[in-house]
């Protein structure tokens, strides 16, 4: 069963700083993709980056790129979101996601706050 865990959501001042995690487990599939999604209090859920295991294919929404790349270590089966220069406007919650066959696998999401 895949899983999927996010961690690293927090409070933190305009212009911080903050890296959240997401470990998977269970992944067989060889090929797949670890995207980054989030939600503000009122908004849909938007997806804000994609990045395929192998690293050849990512995805970036115009409004976090630059600022938040994704990077991840294998032997941990961890993908990271790395989130710099935060503004009050990414306040949300955060979620991981992969594709795997076609099908989607979501974590249960982290909470960032940004104060301005």
């Known amino acids: 069963e895949v899983q999927l865990v996010e961690s690293g959501g927090g409070l933190v001042q305009a212009g911080g700083s903050l890296r959240l995690s997401c470990a998977a487990s269970g992944i067989t599939h060889a090929d797949y993709a670890i995207g980054w999604f989030r939600q503000a209090p009122g908004k849909e859920r938007e997806s804000i980056s994609c990045v395929s295991n192998n690293g050849r294919h990512s995805y970036y929404t115009n409004s976090v790129k630059g600022r938040f790349p994704v990077t991840s270590d294998n032997a941990k089966n961890t993908v990271y979101l790395q989130m710099n220069s935060l503004k009050p406007e990414d306040t949300a919650v955060y979620y991981c996601?992969?594709?795997?066959?076609?099908?989607?696998?979501w974590g249960k999401g982290t909470l960032v706050t940004v104060s301005s």
């Open positions: 996601n992969a594709v795997i066959l076609g099908m989607d696998y």
